[in-house]
């Protein structure tokens, strides 16, 4: 439960700031770092178990049939990282509150970085791969946000989009990949699947699902050829960069690396892919950074090529490259993170972030200039900070890797980190040494919360760097242990004797990277004359083209025609069915049929003409709509034939009122429909729905002339209906009682339908154009045939509806026992309104109500729900109903079911419904020009009354 | 039976997709309606043809009919009524914001 909370506590996080930004922005921040706080709290209470090898599990069963489970898992790496996570997120959080500034809108700051702060914690927390790729996505959608942060910049909106574009694409591969990999383990909890290593490795699918799980965390983790998107991503401001984009949401991809290394390391394709990708990264990442004049380019550089740096000791497959590997994380993540943060406060205090403009910081902001120093030496590798240390057991590893020659390896890395050294070196010395310059700012140290937080980092990496054993030796032996499936106890050293080939390459790489920024002049007009291709315009140029073929494809299928775009979909689909058809084999039904009889065949040849009529003159609507009122009462009556009171009742009723309501529109709409398509036009119409309708009767055929395949489940219905819900009419017990949440979920439907209708009616009535014409409609109308509100018709409507409503009443109380219920009650207490507002008008008759229709749906919608919740008081799940005797002296016994009450819900739900509907019409007709009437029926006496 | 309800199924089918393809909203609307009506049907034709078994619990009745198809298609109805209101008031207000019923955006005078 705990590891629920701690993956859930900065998504309730993000949900404050919003609130607490109304008493300060201090506030705002102090929330969000007590969530981060609360949640890491919460993490080192567990880290005793986790750290004396146990894997701690929490299952919360979701969708199980679909292998989907709330499934947290916390063991040796999951600790490391939550541990980064949170701790590095309090730092940031801490940062984030002094360097944003008054303008910058600081809730929906905090908002997004909780999101990601969640979203990071539920990936390392996952134990179930199916929920560690909602969370992959979210943090994709919160960097997404976080480094458009800054909205009005177009570097801030075109690097969101490019973050997205590349990330979000890489999720998806790593989507069909994980579900690839799920498939052959058989399950989507990782508990199981890290048991399936050899099946994984031996399955035909391994290359695909490796390739494409690898997709997803090279974009992810910024490794060649994605790695352009990173330095576009520094638009954001430096907290974001500094978390984001260097300690956390970039390690996600290394994280999973690291998560599925026991499945699928240790294969030639896994060692020559990984650990390749990751050499070209770190390569061109930490020669590029050597030449960016932007402090947050060259650390998002120098950032590619520490990453390009561990996934290539993940790609080597052994466990002790993938104990470097965690140990450099940890490193990485220290220094770095200082390294953004001090960034940050040299442009937040001078103004400017390129190097070229700055220098002689040191004697301006010397605390800056220590926690720079510090974190850039430990970047070089300078003994005996943090740095030195992984760097060292890196350089080792290479010399034992066998990738190509044995000298490849050890030489490539060795000029890697002469690299790294140069621009580290270069970070320090073109920033803090040499004369001051003019900056846009005075430079002065900033105040102590901005370098408080760095300060932490570059005391850590002070600390690990002296006593690599004490402080990070068993955080690090947990996480690789976890990594690698094999108990792992790492010995750290700074000193490996003369003889370690480690040391030379170390002693090379500092001599080959001071040289480089000696005569860094020269070089930098080599790189600067040097052709390099420009990513952004590559990516820029791939966009464009691949929009233009998806908006070409979309203008062939969809060109604004919305018949062309039915007749393509309809033609695919009557393909699909013919191809399916043609390409089975066939037997024909065998399910005893039942004999044709004279009655039901004269109301089957009714029902065809009255279709084909329908088709054939539907330029003529008013004709067109007769018909297909025909229609609903022969169905109805096919209904009651066929054993289907209930229908026949609603299909009815709902007849009538749906007749009523196009009556009503035709009112307004031309009463002709022009001949307008050609005849080559009606034929392929002809021919693409008479296909279409052949295909659905051969099916409907092949259907009911066989049993069906399985028993059907109504067989439960039946034998439950009286003694489970204690009603006869098993349809209507399966409508308000079996199938009761299907029925909330449809009169919440019908009530959004006829909000849809109210609001589409306030808004036309507000329209100009729309106004404009029903006014002119009103100039244009024809005289009426005759009285408007006939006595006769009036009368009679008056007479009716006591008798109308005490049907609907009847048919609702017997509805749990014999045909009737909520919904046809409903239709027909609509229909003894309607009545009224055909006799004597809209004015008249609303004059008289009392109650909105609105909040009929609302109670009804209400009474279902509360008849629904009932159920809770007595701890049973929601809809559970129940029913019981009453005995009242003088009537006899009757039976009660709370279930009664849910149909009441429906009953009000649809009555009101219904009446909006035919409400809104009657309002549009007013304003053309409908006279209310002054009188119930007004005998017509003409203009003078 | 069963092949003139199947016959009838295709029939409305048919007919509802002629007048979906129509360029207006009001053969749109009607086509719509034979269109629910042959799903409906369908759907119901899903439980088989069984006439005179009502699914109403007695001691006398000896089988029932499907009721499980039947209650699925009440709610169908009641719920293509919803349907039907909107996109009539839908169609009602193209026509009087735009000034025709063309359900095609091609005619020109849209851009």
């Not at chain 1, 695909?208 to 997803?216: A, D, E, K, N, T």
């Not at chain 1, 902001?365 to 003994?383: N, Q, Y």
């Amino acid at each position: 439960m705990t590891l629920a909370l701690i993956a859930a506590l900065p998504f309730l996080a993000a949900l404050l700031p919003g609130l607490t930004i109304r008493a300060g922005r201090t506030a705002c921040a102090a929330t969000s770092f007590a969530a981060s706080a609360l949640a890491f709290l919460l993490l080192a209470a567990k880290a005793p178990a986790v750290l004396a090898g146990e894997v701690l599990i929490y299952r919360l069963d979701w969708l199980p049939a679909l292998g989907l489970s709330a499934g947290f898992r916390l063991d040796g790496l999951a600790l490391f990282f939550a541990g980064l996570i949170l701790g590095i997120g309090m730092l940031v959080i801490a940062y984030a509150r002094f360097y944003l500034s008054r303008s910058d809108n600081m809730a929906v700051f905090y908002t997004y970085l909780m999101l990601f702060q969640g979203a990071m914690t539920g990936i390392v927390l996952s134990d179930n791969i199916l929920l560690l790729l909602v969370f992959w996505e979210l943090t994709s959608l919160s960097s997404f946000l976080l480094i458009g942060f800054w909205n009005h910049t177009a570097q801030g909106r075109q690097g969101a989009r490019m973050a997205l574009a590349v990330t979000g694409g890489g999720g998806l591969a790593l989507i069909a990949g994980m579900l690839i990999l799920g498939n052959i383990a058989g399950s989507y909890d990782l508990s199981v699947i890290l048991t399936k290593g050899d099946e994984i490795r031996a399955s035909s699918l391994y290359l695909p699902s490796l390739v494409l799980i690898l997709l997803g965390c090279f974009t992810k983790s910024a490794q060649f050829p994605f790695h352009f998107w990173l330095p576009h991503a520094m638009a954001a401001p430096t907290p974001v960069s500094a978390y984001l984009h260097s300690a956390t949401m970039v390690k996600a991809g290394i994280f999973l690396l690291a998560r599925l290394w026991p499945m699928l390391s240790g294969t030639p394709e896994w060692f020559w892919i990984v650990t390749s990708a990751g050499l070209a990264t770190l390569l061109i990442g930490a020669k590029t950074a050597l030449f960016k004049d932007d402090l947050k380019a060259l650390l998002a550089y120098s950032t590619i090529s520490h990453l390009g740096l561990i996934t290539l000791l993940l790609g080597l497959g052994t466990p002790a490259a993938a104990t470097v590997a965690m140990f450099h994380i940890l490193n990485h993540a220290t220094f770095k993170a200082a390294l953004f943060l001090t960034a940050g406060i040299i442009d937040h205090e001078t103004g400017t972030r390129d190097l070229r403009l700055l220098g002689g910081l040191r004697k301006l902001m010397p605390v800056t200039f220590a926690i720079a120093a510090v974190a850039s030496l430990s970047m070089a590798g300078m003994p005996p900070l943090n740095g030195f240390l992984s760097k060292e057991m890196m350089l080792e590893e290479t010399v034992h890797a066998g990738y190509g020659p044995a000298w490849l390896l050890p030489v490539l890395a060795t000029i890697g980190a002469a690299y790294s050294v140069a621009y580290s070196l270069r970070f320090l010395v073109h920033g803090f040494f040499g004369p001051a310059k003019p900056t846009p700012q005075k430079p002065h140290d900033p105040p102590f919360g901005l370098w408080a937080p760095p300060a932490l980092l570059a005391a850590l990496v002070i600390l690990i760097g002296l006593l690599p054993m004490t402080i990070a030796a068993w955080l690090v032996n947990a996480a690789s242990s976890a990594t690698t499936g094999t108990a792992i106890s790492v010995k750290i050293a700074h000193w490996h004797g003369l003889a370690s080939p480690a040391l030379w390459m170390s002693v090379a790489a500092f001599a080959g990277g001071a040289l480089a920024l000696a005569a860094y002049r020269p070089f930098r007009h080599l790189w600067d004359a040097a052709p390099k291709p420009d990513a952004k315009a590559i990516f820029d140029a791939a966009m464009a083209t691949l929009t233009r073929a998806a908006t070409a494809l979309n203008d062939r299928l969809h060109d604004g025609s919305f018949t062309r775009a039915t007749a393509i979909a309809l033609a695919t689909l009557v393909a699909t069915c013919a191809y399916a058809f043609a390409t089975a084999t066939h037997t024909a039904g065998t399910r005893p049929l039942l004999p044709v009889t004279p009655i039901p065949a004269i109301g089957w040849l009714l029902l065809v003409t009255a279709t084909l009529a329908a088709t054939l003159h539907h330029r003529n609507r008013l004709m067109s709509l007769l018909f297909v009122g025909v229609i609903g009462l022969i169905l109805s009556a096919g209904f009651a034939w066929l054993s289907a009171p209930d229908l026949a009742l609603t299909q009815i009723t709902v007849e009538v009122v749906t007749v009523v309501l196009m009556l009503l529109a035709l009112h307004f709409l031309p009463k002709e429909t022009p001949r307008e398509s050609t005849a080559l036009r009606r034929l392929r119409d002809v021919a693409l729905s008479g296909a279409a309708g052949l295909g659905l009767a051969a099916l409907a055929y092949a259907m009911m002339t066989r049993a069906t395949a399985f028993p059907p489940i109504s067989a439960y219905h039946l034998a439950q209906s009286k003694p489970g819900a204690g009603g006869t009419n098993a349809v209507n017990t399966i409508i308000v009682d079996f199938r009761g949440y299907d029925t909330f979920g449809e009169i919440i439907v019908l009530g959004i339908a006829a909000l849809i209708l109210f609001a589409l009616t306030e808004s036309l009535l507000a329209n100009g154009a729309a106004t404009r014409r029903l006014a002119q409609f009103a100039a244009s109308r024809p005289e009426p045939a005759g009285d408007r509100h006939p006595l006769l018709m009036v009368m009679a409507t008056r007479f009716i509806l006591p008798f109308a409503l005490m049907v609907a009443a009847f048919l609702f109380f017997r509805g749990h026992n014999l045909p009737g219920g909520g919904f046809v009650a409903g239709l027909i207490a609509a229909i003894a309104f309607v009545l009224q507002y055909m006799a004597s008008g809209l004015g008249w008759t609303e004059s008289r109500q009392r109650i909105a229709f609105h909040s009929l749906i609302a109670a009804g919608i209400l009474t279902a729900a509360a008849t629904g919740a009932g159920a809770w008081i007595w701890g049973l799940p929601f809809l559970t109903s129940d029913y019981g005797y009453i005995h009242l002296p003088p009537l006899e016994e009757f039976e009660w079911a709370t279930a009664a009450i849910f149909d009441l819900g429906v009953f009000l739900t649809v009555l009101g419904a219904v009446m909006q509907a035919l409400n809104s019409l009657g309002r549009l007709a007013r304003r053309a020009g409908e006279r209310p009437a002054r009188t119930p029926y007004d005998i017509d006496m003409g203009e003078g009354l | 039976m069963e092949l003139l309800i199947a016959a009838a199924i295709g029939l409305l089918t048919a007919c509802g997709l002629y007048l979906i393809l129509r360029q207006r909203t009001f053969p749109l609307i009607v086509g719509l309606s034979l269109l629910s009506y042959a799903v409906n049907l369908f759907l119901f034709a899903s439980g088989r043809l069984a006439p005179d078994l009502p699914p109403i619990i007695s001691k006398t009745a000896t089988a029932y009919t499907d009721p499980l198809p039947q209650a699925l298609v009440l709610t169908a109805i009641v719920i293509s009524f919803g349907m039907t209101a909107v996109i009539v008031l839908m169609s009602l207000g193209a026509w009087l914001t735009a000034g025709h019923d063309r359900t095609d955006m091609d005619g020109g005078d849209d851009k």
